[in-house]
Nanobody, 121 residues
Framework: QVQLEESGGGLVQAGDSLRLSCAAS????????MGWFRQAPGKEREFVAA????????YYADSVKGRFTISKDNAKNTAYLQMNSLKPEDTSVYYC??????????????WGKGTLVAVSS
């Protein structure tokens, strides 16, 4: 079993930056593809960013491209999401995920409990 725990969320103003972290643990954990999704109130969960297990290949939703950067440190079993130039529409609960393989729809096999990011205008 794999456990994921997000941290780094908070309340910021538009234009500010935040870095989310996702620490992975578990007896079965090996470097996995990882990703970030978000869910705003009343909306479905949506893809934000994903990376291959090496961290060398990265994918982004159009809405965050150029502002967000995903990375991972396999030595620390941790993934990150650096979020710059935050907008009020980025307000969501952000979920970290890990998967055995990186699928075309970026669906994940394991999920964290989420961390709230709130951006005020």
């Amino acid at each position: 079993q794999v456990q994921l725990e997000e941290s780094g969320g908070g309340l910021v103003q538009a234009g500010d930056s935040l870095r989310l972290s996702c620490a992975a643990s578990g007896d079965d954990f090996t470097p996995y593809p990882m990703g970030w999704f978000r869910q705003a109130p009343g909306k479905e969960r949506e893809f934000v960013a994903a990376t291959s297990w090496t961290g060398n290949t990265k994918y982004y939703a159009d809405s965050v491209k150029g502002r967000f950067t995903i990375s991972k440190d396999n030595a620390k079993n941790t993934a990150y999401l650096q979020m710059n130039s935050l907008k009020p529409e980025d307000t969501s609960v952000y979920y970290c995920g890990a998967s055995h393989i990186l699928r075309p729809d970026y669906s994940m096999d394991y999920w964290g409990k989420g961390t709230l990011v709130a951006v005020s205008s």
